[in-house]
């Protein structure tokens, strides 16, 4: 049976929190409540703990849970946190990294997918701050139930209501259930640029940071899967949970990706490998003059068409094109020729997605329309197109 812990703090649409509790229980999950100190001054935790069967959770430092740090043995037991009602106070805590009392400390420790439904007057909603710390969430991955617009408890008519228990949950279950949509899956990312070197000093490169594709290995990993990042030189921290593999040429890139291939149910190449090497790279740092004015190069392997050869029946290849114009005709082109399944497109040059923490795509399959997500962050990237890649291997396998 799935536990999730469901956080109450201190709104007036606390008393719709007992029917969410009695939602989640009807879709077969255990839930856990967490009440904020100030939840407990608007409704007795006793209520809660009778509506779920588990003592509510109020005090971080109360006896005998923090004995045994209660909030990291639930951050590892839970598959959802859910938060309803979310004020704007929980909201800006849990965006700027607050731990004070027991729900914005499970916040930070846990890993599992979050799901908040704010609750407020409206001017506190619509707060440049509040909405802020709500981008800032969405951002790191966190998703929103939004409130609704109607008769507010201070009196007000407007935007803040708590969404319905109903809808609240069926959300939650869809997180849930997401968590294991690729369980039993092997996936296989590729990240950031190569580096093609000259001499132990010089290299060519690209600008590529690494987060699009690192981005992808975390999503491919919240859903269950198997995950093998291959990952060119970047300054990022390794998606907890995923097998990282480092190298620095197109060369170990294409040599890490063939190794891991033929195990790959998905594979999604969101490397920028450096098309070209240099002909003759030296052992030692090189003198300008030595160098003279004409380096000659050659094409590295292109590790995506390669795949698209060896690709089995089975496997699904998602490719990226990173153009600075005609984006839409050499994504496609790309596609065909490559035998990949889909095509992520996206616009690079001037300031626009490498090193950037947010990317505009285009979904290209080899028919039916392309997908546009708009400005996103790569953390929502990841998500549309993974929720893109599952939807085509269904239909592929059917
Ligand atoms: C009766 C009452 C109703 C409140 N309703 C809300 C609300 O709907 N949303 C909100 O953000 N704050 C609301 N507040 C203010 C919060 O309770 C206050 O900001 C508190 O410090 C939040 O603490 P917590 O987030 O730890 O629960 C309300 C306060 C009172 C006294």
Not at 85 to 93: E, L
Not at 112 to 126: F, G, W
Not at 292 to 299: D, F, P, Q, R, Y
Request: hydrophobic share 45%; net charge positive; aromatic share 6%.
């Amino acid at each position: 049976m799935k536990k999730i812990a469901l956080g109450v703090s201190s709104s007036v649409g606390i008393y719709k929190a007992c029917e969410v509790v009695r939602g989640f229980q009807k879709s077969g999950v255990e839930v856990q409540v967490v009440m904020t100190p100030n939840a407990a001054r608007l409704i007795s935790p006793l209520l809660f703990s009778s509506l779920s069967g588990t003592k509510t959770i109020v005090d971080i430092f109360e006896e005998p849970l923090a004995r045994t740090v209660g909030h990291i043995a639930l951050a590892r037991e839970i598959a959802l946190l859910c938060v309803a009602p979310a004020t704007a106070n929980v909201i800006g805590k849990f965006a700027g990294g607050v731990a004070d009392d027991f729900l914005s400390t499970l916040f930070l420790a846990s890993r599992a997918p979050v799901l908040i439904a704010p609750a407020m007057n409206e001017a506190m909603y619509l707060h440049p701050q509040t909405q802020a710390n709500i981008a800032r969430l969405k951002a790191l991955g966190a998703e929103f139930v939004e409130p609704e617009k109607g008769y507010l408890a201070c009196g007000d008519e407007g935007w803040g209501r708590l969404a319905e228990p109903e809808a609240i949950v069926l959300e939650g279950m869809r997180l849930i259930g997401r968590t294991a949509s690729l369980k039993g899956k092997t996936v296989l990312v590729t990240a950031g640029p190569t580096r093609e070197h000259l001499d132990p000093v010089r290299f060519l490169s690209n600008p590529s940071s690494g987060k699009m594709g690192y981005e992808l290995a975390r999503e491919a990993v919240a859903r269950g899967a198997e995950t093998i990042l291959v990952s060119g030189p970047t300054s990022l921290v390794p998606p907890a949970g995923a097998r990282t593999e480092f190298v620095q040429t197109a060369a170990e890139m294409q040599a890490a990706c063939l190794k891991a291939f033929p195990k790959a149910d998905i594979v999604v190449m969101a490397a920028a490998v450096s098309d070209f090497r240099f002909k003759a790279p030296r052992a030692r740092k090189a003198g300008k003059i030595e160098i003279g004015s004409t380096l000659a190069v050659e094409k590295t392997p292109d590790i995506l068409a390669l795949l698209g050869k060896k690709k089995r029946p089975g496997q699904f290849l998602v490719g990226f094109a990173a153009e600075t114009h005609d984006i839409l005709a050499h994504a496609r082109k790309k596609l065909a020729a490559k035998n990949a399944d889909l095509m992520v497109a996206n616009a690079v040059g001037e300031g626009k997605a490498f090193a950037t923490d947010d990317n505009s795509v285009r979904i290209i399959a080899p028919s039916g329309p392309v997908q546009e997500t708009g400005l996103l962050s790569k953390r929502e990237a990841s998500r549309v197109i993974f929720d893109r890649v599952e939807a085509a291997v269904e239909k592929k396998r059917r």
